[in-house]
């Protein structure tokens, strides 16, 4: 069984083109039936997004810890237990590839750190943030980036690196380098594709929003201090 594990918090505008979107992955031809489970970690939730989840062909759990850490670490825990030999995680504001599972099990990796495309850019992320943004990220296989949103490791590399920690924040970053520590193989791979938002109102504080925001701060700055 694969499982995907997608923690929420807070996240109604965005969960159905989510759950959609990993439910289409989950019925790729490739994956030759293989069950695919998917794993919904509703952390203190206070808007629609439990009822909406209701609503599809998916496992929920509730939590109250606010960490994005407890949440994927939680529903690992969940999905191993049920026998998933693959844990596929992406975040509720993101939308996977119709062929994400079927990209990251065919690396044949112990682990698959892929990449994200942004789309719908936030309106205060200008023309010369955009240019800044793409020309520092690496959207190329042997890149170095590290994203929940698009994670894939097996059951058995997951327990050899004691899974995700409790942090608010870079619980991603932490698994993958205890992985990295454990000597197992990790694809950094440019062929799982997914979407993700650019909002820069981030969930988790020090994630992939607060590094948008500073970099659209940076740019206004040097913009600034160029028309000075």
């Given at each position: 069984?694969?499982?995907?594990?997608?923690?929420?918090?807070?996240?109604?505008e965005?969960?159905?083109?989510c759950?959609?979107?990993?439910?289409?992955?989950?019925?790729?031809?490739?994956?030759?039936?293989?069950?695919?489970?998917?794993?919904?970690?509703?952390?203190?939730?206070?808007?629609?997004?439990?009822?909406?989840?209701?609503?599809?062909?998916v496992?929920?759990?509730?939590?109250?810890?606010?960490?994005?850490?407890?949440?994927?670490?939680?529903?690992?825990?969940?999905?191993?237990?049920?026998?998933?030999?693959?844990?596929?995680?992406?975040?509720?504001?993101?939308?996977?590839?119709?062929?994400?599972?079927?990209?990251?099990?065919?690396?044949?990796?112990?682990?698959?750190?892929?990449?994200?495309?942004?789309?719908?850019?936030?309106?205060?992320?200008?023309?010369?943030?955009?240019?800044?943004?793409?020309?520092?990220?690496?959207?190329?296989?042997?890149?170095?980036?590290?994203?929940?949103?698009?994670?894939?490791?097996?059951?058995?590399?997951y327990?050899?690196a004691?899974?995700?920690?409790?942090?608010t924040?870079?619980?991603?970053?932490?698994?993958?380098?205890?992985?990295?520590?454990?000597?197992?193989n990790?694809?950094?791979?440019?062929?799982?594709?997914?979407?993700?938002?650019?909002?820069?109102?981030?969930?988790?504080?020090?994630?992939?929003?607060?590094?948008?925001?500073?970099?659209?701060?940076?740019?206004?700055?040097?913009?600034?201090?160029?028309?000075?």
């Amino acid at each position: 069984m694969i499982g995907i594990l997608i923690p929420a918090h807070n996240e109604e505008e965005h969960l159905d083109e989510c759950l959609s979107a990993a439910l289409r992955a989950a019925r790729h031809g490739l994956l030759a039936g293989e069950r695919v489970e998917v794993l919904v970690v509703l952390d203190s939730c206070t808007d629609r997004s439990a009822q909406i989840v209701a609503g599809y062909p998916v496992m929920s759990l509730e939590i109250a810890a606010r960490n994005v850490g407890q949440a994927r670490a939680a529903g690992a825990h969940v999905l191993l237990e049920r026998g998933a030999r693959w844990i596929s995680c992406t975040d509720a504001d993101s939308r996977v590839a119709d062929d994400w599972l079927v990209a990251q099990l065919g690396l044949g990796a112990d682990a698959v750190c892929g990449t994200v495309t942004v789309e719908r850019w936030h309106e205060s992320f200008d023309e010369a943030a955009q240019i800044r943004y793409h020309s520092h990220y690496q959207a190329r296989d042997g890149h170095r980036h590290i994203h929940g949103a698009n994670l894939g490791v097996s059951a058995e590399a997951y327990r050899w690196a004691g899974g995700f920690e409790p942090l608010t924040c870079h619980e991603d970053v932490q698994l993958v380098r205890q992985l990295e520590a454990c000597g197992a193989n990790i694809a950094w791979s440019h062929r799982p594709q997914v979407h993700t938002s650019a909002r820069l109102d981030s969930r988790a504080p020090g994630g992939f929003g607060d590094f948008l925001r500073n970099m659209a701060q940076l740019e206004q700055k040097n913009t600034d201090q160029i028309d000075l």
